[in-house]
């Protein structure tokens, strides 16, 4: 999928431009509309700064021969907190990053190509951090969907006192498996508060209304505003904000469900005012009310007991009533369906 970045600072160290540049992540090339000048010019060497922002071709395709013992920030992730989380950043000779192999608990790797491509090995059917942070280490846990999220988490709400205050983990995967889920089960119910930082799109939210089937009673979600993800925040300069919206999260159900007290109440003070045409049939008005005025009506039997007379009966009620309705009839040929609808007789008044 081809990632247009657009407006934003150009590379070109004569040009002070600072929404004028246009990245494409896939090729890997750019190109400024204040002095018109394409992005990478062959020959020029480029900050790490400038490459880390706008990777090319040549700085992603150079070997890396040696994992860094000291990785360089990244996308405002210091190098402290890869290591922490056991990520394996290799480096070109300019400190820039060109791959970082996320180790799981059981050995599966999730291997990021820079800017973003992945690949994997092993069975990911666990979450990224986990072996960090055991089970009832904290009171609360908080759940990404990537793993650049969760560093960019742990490193925006980590606090020095002790290291399981407050544990980030991710999921492998946009849609984890079965057996994700089961494993994932008991260590995420060992603690009585998840906070979700997912992205606000359909994925981040099948992931939300996942967790709060799973987990009704402690799911909790940080409100974005207008950052993509917890990363964005980091990219942003936004940590104090990120925190703010951490430690505000509110309680998160699908549109649904009512789960509190105000909300159970409302649902009698706004009782849905139901209102039923009487079909002029005496047996069928006692047990059904007759028909509920915006609703669908479904009538549904065994074969042969009578409901397409009933159908019509209702329907040639209906007529000489001059009550406004449409009806649909699932006959088993064309033919029983169009005689249905030529078999009335109307009476004129």
Same mark, same amino acid.
């Given at each position: 999928?081809?990632?247009?970045?657009?407006?934003?600072?150009?590379?070109?160290?004569?040009?002070?431009?600072?929404?004028?540049?246009?990245?494409?992540?896939?090729?890997?090339?750019?190109?400024?509309?204040?002095? /018109?000048? !394409?992005?990478?010019?062959?020959?020029?060497?480029?900050?790490?700064?400038?490459?880390?922002?706008?990777?090319?071709?040549?700085?992603?395709?150079?070997?890396?021969?040696?994992?860094? +013992? =000291?990785?360089?920030?990244?996308?405002?992730? $210091?190098?402290?907190?890869?290591? $922490?989380?056991? &990520?394996? &950043?290799?480096?070109?000779?300019?400190? /820039?990053?060109?791959?970082?192999?996320? %180790?799981?608990?059981?050995?599966?790797?999730?291997?990021?190509?820079?800017?973003?491509?992945?690949?994997?090995?092993?069975?990911?059917? @666990?979450?990224?951090?986990?072996?960090? #942070?055991?089970?009832?280490?904290?009171?609360?846990?908080?759940?990404?969907?990537?793993?650049?999220?969760?560093?960019?988490?742990? $490193?925006?709400?980590?606090?020095?006192?002790?290291? #399981? &205050?407050?544990? %980030?983990?991710?999921?492998?995967?946009?849609?984890?498996?079965?057996?994700?889920?089961?494993?994932?089960?008991?260590?995420? +119910?060992?603690?009585?508060?998840?906070?979700?930082?997912?992205?606000?799109?359909?994925?981040?939210?099948?992931?939300?209304?996942?967790?709060?089937?799973?987990?009704?009673?402690?799911?909790?979600?940080?409100?974005?505003?207008?950052?993509?993800?917890?990363?964005?925040?980091?990219?942003?300069?936004?940590?104090?904000?990120?925190?703010? !919206?951490?430690?505000?999260?509110?309680?998160?159900?699908?549109?649904?469900?009512?789960?509190?007290?105000? @909300?159970?109440?409302?649902?009698?003070?706004?009782?849905? *005012?139901?209102?039923?045409?009487?079909?002029?049939?005496?047996?069928?008005?006692?047990?059904?009310?007759?028909?509920?005025?915006?609703? #669908?009506?479904?009538?549904?039997? $065994?074969?042969?007991?009578? *409901?397409?007379?009933?159908?019509?009966?209702? =329907?040639?009620?209906?007529?000489?009533?001059?009550?406004?309705?449409?009806?649909?009839?699932?006959?088993?040929?064309?033919?029983?369906?169009?005689?249905?609808?030529?078999?009335?007789?109307?009476?004129?008044?």
């Amino acid at each position: 999928m081809t990632d247009e970045q657009h407006g934003r600072p150009c590379p070109n160290p004569d040009c002070d431009a600072e929404h004028a540049f246009s990245y494409n992540s896939t090729k890997q090339v750019g190109h400024c509309k204040k002095c /018109n000048i !394409a992005y990478p010019i062959k020959g020029v060497k480029y900050s790490s700064e400038i490459l880390q922002m706008y990777p090319t071709k040549s700085s992603t395709s150079t070997a890396a021969t040696t994992i860094a +013992d =000291e990785p360089t920030e990244y996308r405002g992730i $210091q190098g402290a907190v890869y290591q $922490q989380y056991g &990520v394996k &950043v290799w480096h070109d000779d300019d400190g /820039n990053h060109l791959r970082h192999d996320y %180790v799981y608990p059981g050995g599966a790797v999730k291997t990021r190509k820079i800017p973003k491509t992945f690949t994997a090995s092993g069975s990911m059917d @666990e979450l990224f951090g986990q072996q960090l #942070f055991p089970t009832y280490c904290s009171k609360t846990i908080t759940l990404t969907e990537g793993e650049l999220d969760a560093l960019s988490v742990y $490193q925006m709400i980590k606090t020095t006192k002790d290291r #399981f &205050v407050n544990p %980030v983990v991710s999921i492998p995967g946009a849609s984890p498996s079965g057996a994700f889920w089961k494993k994932a089960f008991e260590y995420l +119910d060992s603690f009585e508060k998840i906070i979700l930082s997912v992205d606000t799109d359909g994925p981040g939210e099948a992931l939300a209304n996942k967790i709060a089937n799973l987990f009704p009673s402690k799911t909790y979600k940080v409100d974005h505003g207008e950052y993509k993800d917890a990363n964005d925040f980091l990219v942003s300069s936004k940590a104090r904000e990120f925190r703010d !919206a951490w430690f505000n999260a509110k309680k998160y159900k699908p549109d649904n469900i009512a789960s509190t007290g105000d @909300e159970l109440i409302k649902l009698l003070d706004n009782e849905e *005012k139901l209102t039923y045409v009487p079909t002029g049939i005496t047996g069928f008005d006692d047990k059904a009310l007759g028909l509920m005025q915006g609703h #669908f009506t479904v009538i549904k039997a $065994q074969t042969g007991i009578g *409901k397409t007379e009933l159908m019509r009966y209702l =329907e040639h009620k209906l007529i000489q009533s001059n009550t406004r309705f449409a009806s649909w009839h699932l006959e088993e040929t064309k033919q029983r369906s169009l005689l249905g609808l030529v078999s009335y007789a109307l009476a004129r008044t």
